[in-house]
């Protein structure tokens, strides 16, 4: 069992950045990739960044070149950097852990890109 812990969400004008922080606390020993999904209204919810724990990355195309995936594994964890935020990045963005028969989910943080 895992516990995650997001923060860092919130209201953004078209252009800025923000920073997304996910710690996770418990039985972290087998997990093996961390990642960062969001879902907007009435869409599914889909992969923004993966990072697993050799450190090799993947972004969704939206989110390349503009969002960057990184751990800290002293502190248990991931965290996403969003610059040249769009209105259409407006979404509530998951944390979630993957690793031997684990699969976990963080409550979610809303990301709200307008002026």
């Known amino acids: 069992q895992v516990q995650l812990v997001e923060s860092g969400g919130g209201l953004v004008q078209p252009g800025g950045s923000l920073r997304l922080s996910c710690v996770v606390s418990?039985?972290?020993?087998?997990?093996?990739?961390m990642a960062w999904y969001r879902q907007a209204p009435r869409k599914q919810r889909e992969l923004v960044a993966i990072?697993?724990?050799?450190?090799?990355?993947n972004y969704a195309d939206s989110a390349q070149g503009r969002f960057t995936i990184s751990r800290d594994n002293a502190k248990n964890a991931v965290n996403l950097q969003m610059n040249s935020l769009k209105p259409e990045d407006t979404a509530v963005y998951y944390c979630?852990?993957?690793?031997?028969?684990?699969?976990?989910w963080g409550q979610g943080t809303q990301v709200t890109v307008s002026f």
């Open positions: 990072i697993t724990n050799d450190g090799r990355t």
């Open positions: 979630n852990v993957r690793g031997f028969g684990l699969n976990s």
């Open positions: 418990g039985s972290t020993f087998s997990i093996y990739a």
